[in-house]
C-alpha cells in the first residue's frame, strides 16, 4: 500500500528570496544566500520550502513580471546556483516548491517584444490578447485593471494589449496552443532540475472570456476584487460571481493536463498549489478535484480577527467543504503581500493561533519570519518600492512591510543579513528578535514553533478529522475557548484576556504562552494562549 503523499499535511515555508539572506553584500537576499541556511530551514521541522520568484525580470512587481521563466535574474544568482540549491535541500529531506506566474509575463518577454514588432493580425501577436481600438478610439472594452487604470495598453499601430495587473505584465492568450505548449516546457524545465513542485500565480486568471463585452459595472467589479476597499459583503460576493476573467471553466482544463504532465514523473510525487480567490468560496474546491491540483490556498485566516465564532466558521467550513472533493485544507496566517500575522494580530494572539492551525488537518504555510515573531517593518515612504505605493501616488503603503530582511544575529541593522545596505531599512529595535537570541531563549517564538512543528509530525499529522470540543456550534464552558481533538491530541486555545479553567485530563505536550495550571483533572489555560494536551 502506497503511503500518504508528501505533501498532504506538509508543512511548507515560504521564501522571499529577496529578503532571505545576502551571500555576496549587495544587499538583496539571494539563491546561494537560501543554500547557506537551508540548515536552519531544517532546523524548523519543516517539510518543504516554497520560493517567491527568482526569474529573470526586470522587477516592477517584485518578479512576478516574468521575462525568462527557465532563467535565474542575475541579482539572485544563476542556474547553477538554482541546481545547488534544490540539491542541497533534498540532502536535508526538504522538498522544493517554485512560483510559476502562468497569467502574464513581463513586458521585456522576447514573445512580446515579437509582438510589438510583428503587427496586428500576426502570430506574434496571436500569444497575448491584442485587438483593436473601438472606431471611436476607445479601448475594446471597459475592463479595470487590479492595479488601478485601464486594463488597456495602446500600441503604436493603435491596437490595445490586455494586463489585468502592471501594464508591463501583458497576459498571455492562453487560447493559443503555443501559449500551453511553452508553459510545459517551463514545467518540465523546472521538475528536470529537481524541483518538487509548484506554486501558481493567479492560477484562477488564465482564461478571459467575453474579451469583447463591457462589464456593467467595471468600478464596482474593480472595488470587489480589493479587501482594502470596504463594501457590502453581498454586494461583493454578488460582484465576484460577474468576474468575466476570473474562474471561467477553461482554467480546469489547462489543470487536468497540468496534472497528467506531473503525474508522469510518477514516484516523484509532483505536487501543485494554487493561488485562487474565487467566490463563492466552494469554487475553490474545483481546483483540487481528484484529476486536477493538489492544494489550493485558503485566504481566510489572513485577514480573519482574534474572535473564536469568526475563527470557528472559517476553520469549520474550509474542512467541510475540501472534504466534499476529498481533499484537505491549507492554512496560512502571513505572506508576502499581506501585512505580518504579528503585526495585524498582536504577538501573543499569533503565536496562539499558529499553535491552534498547526493541530489542524491538511498543510500549514509558514512565511519566513513568522517563526521570529516579526512584525511588519516600519519604512519612511522615500525607502519604499512596491509598485501599488508608487502607482497609487502613496495612498495605499503597499507591500514591503512584510518584506523587510530577516535579522539574524548581532545586535544592530541588518543583524547579518547582508555585509552591505539592506534594500529595505531594517530597525535596530528588532535586536531582540534575532535568529540567534530567539534560539538561546527557551520561551522564544522561534523555539515554540521549532518545538510545535516537531510535535506536530509526531503527534498530529495523518491522524485524519478533528473532533469538536468547544465551539459555538458544539457547546462551550467559555465563550473564549476554541479547542478540538485529534487522535491523541487535544488543543485548547483561549482568546480572551482572562485565564480560562476547563475540565481535561492529560499532559501538556506545548503551551503558546504562560504556564498552564493543571490539577484535579482541570487545566487553567493562560490569558490569550492555545495548549496541546496529550491523553
Ligand atoms: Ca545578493
Same mark, same amino acid.
Given at each position: ?10 508543512t511548507?515555508y515560504?521564501?522571499?528570496?529577496r529578503?532571505?539572506?545576502?551571500s555576496?553584500? @549587495?544587499?538583496?537576499?539571494d ?6 541556511k537551508?540548515?536552519y ?9 516554497? #520560493?517567491?520568484?527568482f ?7 517584485g518578479?512576478? @513580471?516574468?521575462?525568462?521563466p ?6 539572485f ?11 542541497v ?10 512560483d ?7 513586458d521585456q518577454?522576447?514573445?512580446?517584444q515579437?509582438a ?7 502570430i ?6 491584442f485587438?483593436d ?15 488601478g487604470g ?12 490586455l494586463?489585468?495587473? @502592471? ?9 493559443n ?13 523546472? !521538475?528536470?532540475?529537481?524541483?518538487d513542485?509548484?506554486?501558481?500565480d493567479?492560477?484562477?486568471g ?11 459595472d467595471? %468600478?464596482g467589479?474593480?472595488d470587489?476584487l ?28 489547462i ?16 505536487m ?18 481528484p484529476?486536477?491540483?493538489h492544494?489550493?490556498?485558503?485566504? @481566510?485566516l489572513?485577514?480573519a ?6 475563527l ?8 467541510d ?12 496566517l502571513s505572506?508576502h ?9 498582536g504577538e %501573543? ?5 499558529a499553535?491552534?492551525?498547526?493541530? #489542524?488537518p491538511?498543510?500549514t ?7 521570529l515573531g516579526?512584525p ?18 502613496g ?37 531582540e528578535?534575532?535568529v ?5 531563549e ?10 510545535? !512543528?516537531? !510535535? ?12 469538536w #470540543? ?11 475557548? !476554541? ?5 491523541n491530541?487535544?488543543v485548547?486555545?483561549?482568546l ?14 506545548v503551551i503558546?504562552a ?13 490569558a ?8
Amino acid at each position: 500500500m502506497k503511503s500518504s503523499p508528501w505533501w498532504k499535511e506538509a508543512t511548507i515555508y515560504q521564501i522571499y528570496p529577496r529578503s532571505f539572506f545576502d551571500s555576496n553584500g @549587495d544587499g538583496e537576499g539571494d539563491l546561494p544566500g537560501i543554500t547557506s541556511k537551508l540548515e536552519y530551514v531544517k532546523s524548523l521541522g519543516v517539510d518543504a520550502i516554497w #520560493l517567491s520568484p527568482f526569474y529573470t525580470s526586470p522587477n516592477k512587481d517584485g518578479g512576478y @513580471d516574468v521575462a525568462d521563466p527557465r532563467d535565474v535574474d542575475p541579482r539572485f544568482g544563476n542556474l547553477a546556483d538554482a541546481k545547488k540549491m534544490i540539491d542541497v535541500a533534498h540532502s536535508f529531506d526538504l522538498r522544493v516548491l517554485v512560483d510559476v506566474v502562468p497569467n502574464h509575463f513581463s513586458d521585456q518577454h522576447v514573445w512580446f517584444q515579437a509582438a510589438l514588432k510583428a503587427g496586428r493580425g500576426s502570430i506574434e501577436r496571436s500569444r497575448f490578447h491584442f485587438y483593436d481600438a473601438n472606431p471611436d478610439g476607445t479601448p475594446p472594452n471597459n475592463w479595470i485593471s487590479l492595479f488601478g487604470g485601464p486594463s488597456w495598453t495602446q500600441v503604436e499601430d493603435g491596437q490595445y494589449f490586455l494586463h489585468l495587473f @502592471d501594464s508591463s505584465q501583458p497576459d498571455l492568450n492562453w487560447e493559443n496552443p503555443e501559449v500551453f505548449a511553452d508553459y510545459e516546457k517551463t514545467l518540465r524545465f523546472w !521538475l528536470d532540475l529537481g524541483v518538487d513542485g509548484f506554486r501558481i500565480d493567479v492560477a484562477h486568471g488564465l482564461v478571459k472570456e467575453d474579451v469583447l463585452t463591457d462589464h456593467p459595472d467595471p %468600478q464596482g467589479l474593480s472595488d470587489a476584487l480589493r479587501l482594502d476597499v470596504s463594501m457590502d459583503v453581498e454586494k461583493r460576493y454578488a460582484l465576484l460571481q460577474t468576474v468575466p476573467y476570473f474562474d471561467r471553466q477553461g482554467v480546469h482544463e489547462i489543470y487536468r493536463k497540468w496534472r497528467r504532465l506531473f503525474d508522469s514523473y510518477g514516484d516523484r510525487d509532483v505536487m501543485a498549489v494554487a493561488e485562487a480567490w474565487v467566490q463563492p468560496p466552494v469554487n475553490a474546491t474545483r481546483y483540487v478535484r481528484p484529476d486536477e491540483l493538489h492544494q489550493v490556498f485558503n485566504f @481566510d485566516l489572513l485577514d480573519a480577527p482574534f474572535n473564536a465564532s469568526h475563527l470557528y466558521e472559517v476553520v469549520n467550513r474550509a474542512i467541510d467543504l475540501m472534504k466534499t472533493v476529498d481533499a484537505l485544507p491549507t492554512w496560512a496566517l502571513s505572506n508576502h503581500d499581506s501585512p505580518r500575522v504579528a503585526s495585524r494580530m498582536g504577538e %501573543q494572539q499569533s503565536r496562539a493561533l499558529a499553535l491552534f492551525v498547526f493541530g #489542524l488537518p491538511g498543510s500549514t504555510y509558514v512565511y519566513a519570519g513568522q517563526e521570529l515573531g516579526l512584525p511588519d517593518g516600519v519604512i519612511p515612504d522615500e525607502s519604499r518600492q512596491d509598485p501599488i505605493y508608487i502607482r497609487t501616488k502613496g495612498s495605499q503603503k503597499g507591500r514591503d512591510g512584510a518584506r523587510v530582511p530577516l535579522p539574524w544575529n548581532g545586535e544592530n541593522a541588518p543583524f547579518g543579513f547582508t555585509s552591505g545596505t539592506p534594500w529595505l531599512p531594517m530597525q535596530d529595535s528588532w535586536k531582540e528578535l534575532t535568529v540567534e537570541k530567539q534560539s538561546a531563549e527557551p520561551k522564544s517564538s522561534l523555539n515554540l514553533y521549532r518545538n510545535a !512543528l516537531n !510535535l506536530r509530525a509526531e503527534h498530529l499529522v495523518n491522524n485524519g478529522d478533528i473532533e469538536w #470540543l468547544e465551539s459555538p456550534e458544539h457547546g462551550t464552558q467559555s465563550s473564549t475557548v !476554541l479547542a478540538y481533538r485529534r487522535g491523541n491530541v487535544s488543543v485548547y486555545m483561549n482568546l480572551g484576556n482572562s485565564p480560562v479553567e476547563v475540565e481535561i485530563t492529560g499532559k501538556v505536550l506545548v503551551i503558546s504562552a504562560g504556564i498552564p495550571d493543571g490539577r484535579d483533572g482541570k487545566i487553567t489555560i493562560p490569558a490569550v494562549s492555545t495548549i496541546w494536551v496529550h491523553h
